[in-house]
């Protein structure tokens, strides 16, 4: 598989904007998440359902549209101050107050009353000159029409129910023009129209959840950005792991050209791991096939790290950021406690990028060109317990469901020097490694 036309044309997204874009979405993922669970949202939701309700829109409409005209509190209040201003009516209430009425009604239950139709003693006597014209006007006689009547009971009840405080209160909401703006119903509105501005549930609304399957079904299980600065204070440790501790694990191989060395080439600086090749005369163990461990010279030194006391996992995804230069061997791959299974996710050989699995004696994978390795990539894969899927970037370069290895398996990198290989110096450069689980 050559690459190349598909990375110039952009079917494989750069790295930077790739990273960018699993950042993005995934602070997008965090913040839907949030609120999701916000009361904010709750809120916003309760007041949705009833601020688009009919009987909401139907009241808003009545209490905007209805005439204070047309309410029971105009025509009561109209009433009541018609009465009040009838000059007969304001007459009565002047009499009934007047110091006058209450001297004639005292004098009508007295003897005197009487006298009133005796002319002869109406005109010797001022006071009953005084009562016998008060009975004959206007006054009196407005008193008695309207005293007692159903008019004055009347204004009297009128007058009672507009002083009413609860009728008040009605009276006042239905003569204000903006009585909308009084209401519970228009509070509520207002925040319902406040929320649906709030940048947090504008987002959570345009937003589409479905983008986020692809790492919501994920749970971080690994990450490592190289922040130390020790290897023992990391997940890593230096050279092969064996299932017997008494076997040397710090060895190369006798048709090999670099020794491994103890993680001395290994170092992290600005988060970035650095395996170096380097070009030096070494002595160190090898393991030959025949002879067993024997001590070897070799013409360069470089190390290899794996996680096996530390992180070991069956399935989910494991990601890479990596780039390599030399002449020379660099692979992140899964190991196991036997030889096999064995996969590799990345292994650079100096040519071409092979990916594959082994297992059960089994070999199947790819090799691929076109990918300037001296940049940064990431590398996946993908382990369900049906398939293996490998990635550069966001581009699938491979798939198998054969021979799906059914075990934990830790993380390596390392650099080697084959004997077919001139060899050169070389560096093998990890940004991060994180490992997901489903």
């Known amino acids: 598989m050559n690459l190349f036309w598909k990375s110039l044309f952009g079917k494989i997204t750069p790295t930077a904007r790739l990273e960018k874009e699993e950042a993005d979405l995934i602070e997008a993922m ?4 949030e609120v999701e669970k916000s009361v904010e949202l709750a809120e916003y939701k309760t007041l949705f359902h009833e601020v688009k309700s009919s009987d909401f829109i139907e009241r808003k409409k009545m209490l905007q549209n209805r005439k204070y005209k047309d309410t029971e509190e105009y025509r009561v209040s109209a009433k009541y101050r018609k009465l009040e201003k009838a000059p007969n009516i304001q007459l009565y209430y002047q009499v009934l107050k007047s110091a006058v009425l209450e001297q004639f009604m005292e004098f009508k239950t007295s003897s005197e009353f009487e006298d009133l139709s005796d002319k002869d003693k109406v005109s010797k006597s001022e006071k009953l000159q005084k009562f016998k014209h008060f009975e004959h006007s206007k006054e009196y006689k407005t008193y008695t029409r309207f005293h007692d009547s159903f008019i004055i009971k009347e204004y009297e009840q009128l007058k009672s129910k507009t002083a009413d405080p609860e009728f008040k209160a009605r009276n006042d909401f239905w003569s204000n023009p903006h009585r909308w703006k009084t209401t519970p119903e228009y509070k509520k509105e207002q925040r319902f129209y406040e929320l649906a501005k709030n940048p947090d549930i504008v987002f959570f609304l345009k937003e589409k959840p479905e983008r986020f399957e692809k790492f919501e079904r994920l749970k971080l299980s ?6 130390w600065n020790s290897l023992d ?3 890593w440790n230096f050279g092969f792991h064996y299932p017997n501790a008494r076997l040397m694990g710090n060895h190369s191989f006798a048709n090999e050209k670099q020794a491994n060395n103890f993680g001395q080439n290994v170092s992290v600086d600005n988060g970035i791991l650095r395996i170096a090749t380097k070009h030096e005369k070494i002595k160190a163990a090898a393991w030959h096939p025949t002879k067993g461990f024997i001590e070897n010279e070799f013409s360069f030194s470089s190390d290899i790290l794996q996680t096996a006391d530390k992180f070991r996992q069956r399935g989910g995804v494991f990601r890479a950021k990596i780039r390599c230069t030399g002449n020379i061997n660099h692979a992140f791959w899964l190991g196991a406690d036997n030889k096999l299974p064995h996969i590799n996710i990345f292994h650079f050989d100096g040519k071409c990028i092979k990916v594959g699995n082994a297992n059960r004696n089994v070999v199947d994978g790819i090799k691929i060109k076109g990918i300037n390795t001296s940049q940064f990539f990431i590398y996946s894969l993908i382990w369900t317990s049906k398939e293996l899927v490998w990635y550069i970037n966001d581009f699938e370069v491979y ?11 830790y993380m390596v990198f390392n650099s080697f020097i084959t004997q077919k290989q001139k060899g050169t110096t070389g560096a093998f450069e990890v940004d991060w490694v994180r490992a997901y689980q489903y």
């Open 30 to 33: 965090n913040r839907y998440r």
């Open 222 to 227: 690994f990450n490592d950005e190289f922040k």
């Open 233 to 235: 204070k990391s997940h």
């Open 399 to 409: 798939r198998t469901a054969s021979n799906i290895p059914n075990t934990d398996m």
